[in-house]
């Protein structure tokens, strides 16, 4: 495969290897080449388009959880021999999978994070070569009271600050939100407002606060969107406090959540019935949009399956191109993959018949 300048990539990680849909900016036909790393559950996907590289964490057969890097669209991979992201010697820590990758261009152009499980950021500055933990989080005071989701204490949500390069939040299923105001150097609670699933309406001081997904705005450097477990919610204080936004919706419940690459106010989730049945409501699968930051919602669902459907869709499966109209891809445990060219107003079958879908990521060749 060799894209040309413009071209869209898609880049899929699922439970047995990694796929890459290429096609021109018309978004009219995909090709598909893969899978890569056979066999092997890729979770996360970053991509650098000056000198082009792409970067997979997976779980190699031979050295455990790892990043991977291309520099030819796929053509050939670099596989770091014994792992290149790893717990400190004697911690009594053991790196399960490679939960996120997030590049902080306002940081340095080649610095990208790692977010792992059991929950720890790390940092690599090389990128995506080699990582070190950041201590100051690994080492939190607050750690030891830290509780596991059903998935385990996993670190899946990296944001930098798109204006403050010191500003960095994470999401940590099951402890919520931690934020960094320094670079990385100190990390504060940030779960004002959200509520702890069968506890009080407010947050007590620790867990369990189940982080799904959260996502910037595009025009409002202050507002953050958040997916919890369960609830909707919204910040405009960078994260300071959080305000209850899922009136309008038909649950609560859900794993993704994607925010419109350059109209404020607009985001998107794909609802599913609880926690107990995460399947779309009713056996239709619709996308849910705001286009008002939260105050009311709409369903998308035309060319979606609209009766006998029961799969689900993770929380990093579910992603937008930054072209004009947005372009939205979503990816399911059950191997389908949907593309939306239109801002969700309607939706077509990329594929039908991929292994389980972890992530999805859509990048632009510069």
């Given amino acids: ?3 040309h300048s413009g071209d869209l990539l898609l880049i899929v990680g699922t439970v047995k290897g990694a796929f890459i849909f290429s096609c021109d900016r018309n978004r ?7 899978p890569y790393f056979k066999g092997q559950s890729v979770f996360s996907t970053a991509f650098f388009q000056d000198k082009p590289r792409i970067l997979l964490g997976h779980m190699s057969m031979h050295w455990g959880a790892l990043v991977s890097w291309s520099d030819d669209f796929g053509a050939s991979w670099h596989e770091p021999e014994d792992g290149n992201i790893k717990f400190p010697a004697g911690s009594g820590l053991t790196l399960n999978a490679v939960w996120a990758l997030e590049r902080a261009p306002l940081i340095g152009a080649d610095v990208v994070f790692g977010g792992a499980d059991p929950a720890a950021l790390f940092r690599s500055d090389d990128r995506g070569e080699t990582f070190r933990p950041v201590e100051s989080l690994l080492n939190h005071p607050e750690r ?14 990296v944001l930098p600050d798109p204006h403050d390069p010191k500003r960095i939040l994470v999401g940590i299923s099951s402890a919520g939100m931690y934020r960094s105001d320094d670079g990385g150097d100190s990390w504060t609670r940030r779960n004002k407002g959200v509520k ?5 309406p407010h947050a007590p001081h620790f867990g369990p606060q189940c982080a799904h997904k959260m996502r910037y705005d595009a025009k409002n450097p202050a507002r953050i969107y958040l997916q919890n477990h369960p609830g909707v919610y919204r910040s405009d204080d960078g994260g300071d406090s959080w305000i209850d936004i899922h009136a309008g919706l038909p649950s609560e419940f859900g794993f993704p959540l994607v925010a419109h690459p350059s109209r404020g106010d607009t985001a998107y989730l794909i609802p599913l019935e609880s926690d107990q049945f995460r399947v779309p409501l009713e056996g239709a699968v619709k996308v849910w949009r705001t286009r008002d930051a939260g105050t009311s919602w709409e369903p998308l669902g035309h060319g979606l399956p609209n009766r006998d459907c029961y799969f689900s869709v993770l929380r990093d499966a579910f992603t937008s191109d930054s072209l004009d109209p947005a372009g939205l ?3 399911t445990r059950g191997g389908q993959l949907f593309a939306s060219r239109d801002e969700g107003e309607s939706w077509s079958s990329l594929a ?15």
Avoid at 352 to 366: F, G, I, K
């Fill in 196 to 200: 702890m699933e069968g506890g009080p």
């Fill in 144 to 157: 030891p009271y830290w509780m596991p989701g059903a998935g385990g204490l996993c670190l899946h949500t």
């Fill in 28 to 34: 009219r036909e995909f090709k598909i080449a893969g």
């Fill in 352 to 366: 039908d018949w991929l292994p389980a879908v972890l992530c999805v990521r859509a990048v632009e060749v510069a």
């Fill in 1 to 3: 495969m060799t894209p």
């Fill in 329 to 331: 891809y979503f990816g």
